[in-house]
């Protein structure tokens, strides 16, 4: 008999001492994500395909499924009274919880929509969030309340809407894997206390922005493309789905270095991904399971955000290979 998720969490809050407000609130957001994968599920029959034709506090042109699941995940979270607000990549700031329901000590950050531009081309796409708790006692809800480093972080998680609609969750004591039994609709245990390998032969990264890159990237990437004639002396293999979520579970699931990392386009940018609900909510995951996340030169985990939406270059998964490309940053 495989354990449920609501058994898990259960069990959390008697054995690790989770509050029950969190464990609450996640049942709460896995079944808003349960309802996202019934979305994305019906495709071009339920209306979900395309464009919205609006831009998004990023410059990024809305997807209709960026749209739709931020609003299931909002209408879903914000009547419980765990929460004290929400952030989302989809709201231009920080949303507090409406005044017509209790507040909670408790902040959601997601990504409500990850890999849009494979939502039209039916590639794997899914949710990233992560959890702070309202640094003060009156349940602020205002963007500095957000701005607490990755390491305060009281959980984080994704789904991954594929094959099977995934949820990958720490809580602080390991990540855990559960599956969607569609015909339960119960989220089903099915790898527990994931460990990701210290070394791997597989990497994740555009190579159409090689011509961007700083020069210890560049001298990483070169080596592993050289293989065996070149100073790492073994062959390397290369993936790149365009989906955070997707290069994450294959690197969760046996694996590998995924890399998006600053370029020359805009140097006023850290990087291409956001911090507070894509770097941090990965990296939290990476390490629960052995591996490292930096930005080249620190671990993301500590670095003390400024802005809701700041970018951040991102280097994850098996810990000896993010080490070795930080190492040429800090060469
Ligand atoms: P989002 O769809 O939430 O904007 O995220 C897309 C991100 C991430 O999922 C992926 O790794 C990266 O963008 C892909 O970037 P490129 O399209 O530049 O390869
Ligand atoms: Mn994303
Ligand atoms: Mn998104």
């Known amino acids: 008999m495989k354990l449920s998720l609501s058994h898990y969490l259960i069990r959390c809050e008697r054995e690790h001492g989770i509050e029950s407000d969190l464990r609450l609130l996640l049942e709460t957001v896995a079944r808003a994500c349960k309802s996202i994968s019934h979305a994305v599920n019906k495709g071009a029959l339920g209306n979900v395909l395309g464009s919205t034709g609006t831009i998004n506090v990023q410059?990024?042109?809305?997807?209709?499924?960026?749209?739709?699941?931020?609003?299931?995940?909002?209408?879903?979270?914000?009547?419980?009274?765990?929460?004290?607000?929400?952030?989302?990549?989809?709201?231009?700031?920080?949303?507090?919880?409406?005044?017509?329901?209790?507040?909670?000590?408790?902040?959601?950050?997601?990504?409500?929509?990850?890999?849009?531009?494979?939502?039209?081309?039916?590639?794997?796409?899914?949710?990233?969030?992560?959890?702070?708790?309202?640094?003060?006692?009156?349940?602020?809800?205002?963007?500095?309340?957000?701005m607490q480093q990755g390491t305060r972080q009281m959980c984080a998680g994704y789904t991954v809407?594929?094959?099977?609609?995934?949820?990958?969750?720490?809580?602080?004591?390991?990540?855990?894997?559960?599956?969607?039994?569609?015909?339960?609709?119960?989220?089903?245990?099915?790898?527990s206390n994931v460990r990701i390998p210290a070394d791997t032969r597989e990497f994740a990264i555009n190579m159409s922005n090689v011509r961007h890159w700083d020069a210890p990237v560049r001298r990483y990437v070169d080596e592993l493309l050289a293989g065996r004639t070149g100073p790492r002396g073994v062959d390397f293999n290369m993936r790149w789905v365009a989906s955070m979520v997707a290069d994450v579970h294959r690197i969760m699931t046996r694996g590998g270095i995924f890399m998006y990392p600053r370029d020359a386009r805009d140097p006023t940018r850290a990087g291409r991904l956001r911090l507070m609900y894509e770097g941090n909510p990965m990296a939290y995951l990476i390490e629960q399971a052995g591996g490292a996340a930096t930005n080249g030169e620190r671990r993301i985990l500590e670095i003390q955000p400024a802005t809701l939406h700041e970018r951040v270059a991102v280097f994850l998964g098996s810990r000896n290979e993010v080490e070795r490309v930080t190492g040429y940053h800090n060469a």
């Not at 990549?89 to 000590?105: F, Q, S, T």
């Not at 959601?108 to 081309?121: E, K």
């Not at 990233?128 to 957000?146: K, Q």
């Not at 894997?177 to 015909?183: E, S």
């Open 161 to 191: 809407y594929g094959p099977q609609t995934l949820l990958v969750l720490s809580v602080g004591h390991g990540v855990q894997v559960f599956t969607l039994d569609r015909d339960t609709g119960s989220f089903l245990m099915t790898q």
């Open 59 to 146: 410059g990024e042109a809305q997807k209709k499924l960026d749209v739709l699941s931020n609003e299931i995940l909002f209408e879903a979270n914000c009547w419980g009274g765990y929460l004290a607000g929400m952030a989302s990549e989809e709201m231009d700031g920080p949303v507090g919880i409406p005044l017509a329901y209790p507040r909670g000590k408790y902040l959601l950050l997601f990504d409500p929509l990850d890999g849009s531009s494979n939502i039209d081309v039916n590639v794997s796409i899914g949710t990233i969030f992560s959890v702070l708790r309202s640094p003060s006692s009156e349940e602020d809800a205002g963007e500095a309340a957000f």
